[in-house]
């Protein structure tokens, strides 16, 4: 009799396939491959590698579609296979890559999305996934930072105007202008020179800057940056603790599987006695 094929092993090679490092390692080369195609576009090229560079992404582009085809047909439960944010990312821009570039009305949309492929390269290696995870789920406790940042900012703007217009109409002559001055300001860009032009009319106005610089630039940033390494830090706990409580289900498994062993060799030998 010849020998029955198991589908249950077959299935568990090809997602051994799939999670290997080589596999892996395969995906970021043909994404950075294809980065660099895109940039050598961006040049004035000879013909023939215009030419060359064409048939590369078209065949960067087949690849990606076997690719995300494979993964698909390994996953355990297709049905949800999209429900996770890296798969549709990734199933949309490999989409988007088949739109054809002779196409005058979608080139654009094509090159955009031949682009955006190089974001895969962070779908494809899970400590960039980490990153790009924590800073999202950072963004609720962002927003009430950034919304008192934005109160600061409107207040100090609403000053500015009220003092300085007199100074400079082009940068305070009204809220929504302060607001970009103040903007520059917290960023550094010159803003010594907004404040000594201010400070020839008003000698005390270096306290508004001062204290402005020390709001947004010292409290603020370090609030942003408090917010996202406390997040980081929890998704950090819970991954151990999930790979710990794995760790604990497979030796669990194990041993239940040697106790199994052990019992049907008691009943063996106590049937030969």
Same mark, same amino acid.
């Given at each position: 009799?010849?020998?029955?094929?198991?589908?249950?092993?077959?299935?568990?090679?090809?997602?051994?396939?799939?999670?290997?490092?080589?596999?892996?390692?395969?995906?970021?080369?043909?994404?950075?491959?294809? /980065?660099?195609?895109?940039?050598?576009?961006?040049?004035?090229?000879?013909?023939?590698? $215009?030419?060359?560079?064409?048939?590369?992404?078209?065949?960067?582009?087949?690849?990606?579609?076997?690719?995300?085809?494979?993964?698909?047909?390994?996953?355990?439960?297709?049905?949800?296979?999209?429900?996770?944010?890296?798969?549709?990312?990734?199933?949309?821009?490999?989409?988007?890559?088949?739109?054809?570039?002779?196409?005058? $009305? /979608?080139?654009?949309?094509?090159?955009?999305?031949?682009?955006?492929?190089?974001? %895969?390269?962070?779908?494809?290696?899970?400590?960039?996934?980490?990153?790009?995870?924590?800073?999202?789920?950072?963004?609720? %406790?962002?927003?009430?930072?950034?919304?008192?940042?934005?109160?600061?900012?409107?207040?100090?703007?609403?000053?500015?105007?009220?003092?300085?217009?007199?100074?400079?109409?082009?940068?305070?002559?009204?809220?929504?202008?302060?607001?970009?001055?103040?903007?520059?300001?917290?960023?550094?860009?010159?803003?010594?020179?907004?404040?000594? /032009?201010?400070?020839?009319?008003?000698?005390?106005?270096?306290?508004?800057?001062?204290?402005?610089?020390?709001?947004?630039?010292?409290?603020?940033?370090?609030?942003?940056?408090?917010?996202?390494? $406390?997040?980081?830090?929890?998704?950090?706990?819970?991954?151990?603790?999930?790979?710990?409580?794995?760790?604990?289900?497979?030796?669990? %498994?194990?041993?239940?599987?040697?106790?199994?062993?052990? /019992?049907?060799?008691?009943?063996?030998?106590? $049937?030969? %006695?």
């Amino acid at each position: 009799m010849s020998p029955q094929l198991n589908p249950a092993s077959g299935f568990e090679k090809l997602r051994r396939i799939e999670s290997s490092k080589v596999f892996q390692g395969a995906v970021i080369a043909i994404i950075i491959l294809s /980065a660099l195609t895109i940039g050598a576009k961006t040049y004035d090229l000879p013909p023939l590698v $215009e030419k060359s560079l064409i048939v590369m992404d078209n065949g960067i582009t087949l690849f990606f579609l076997m690719e995300i085809l494979f993964r698909f047909s390994v996953c355990a439960n297709k049905k949800r296979f999209l429900f996770d944010g890296w798969n549709l990312f990734d199933t949309l821009v490999v989409i988007g890559s088949l739109i054809p570039l002779d196409n005058s $009305e /979608a080139v654009l949309l094509g090159r955009l999305l031949r682009v955006f492929r190089v974001l %895969r390269l962070v779908s494809v290696v899970p400590e960039l996934r980490f990153l790009i995870n924590s800073l999202l789920k950072a963004i609720p %406790r962002m927003g009430y930072i950034a919304l008192l940042m934005f109160i600061i900012f409107y207040i100090y703007a609403a000053m500015g105007s009220m003092f300085f217009t007199s100074v400079d109409e082009e940068l305070w002559g009204d809220v929504a202008i302060a607001m970009l001055t103040l903007f520059r300001v917290a960023t550094f860009e010159d803003w010594t020179d907004v404040m000594y /032009a201010t400070m020839e009319q008003y000698p005390l106005s270096w306290i508004f800057y001062i204290t402005f610089i020390f709001l947004t630039a010292f409290v603020f940033l370090n609030m942003m940056i408090g917010a996202i390494l $406390e997040v980081m830090s929890e998704e950090q706990n819970a991954k151990q603790a999930q790979k710990a409580h794995d760790e604990r289900d497979e030796i669990a %498994r194990q041993l239940q599987a040697v106790q199994v062993q052990l /019992a049907e060799l008691t009943k063996q030998i106590s $049937e030969k %006695r």
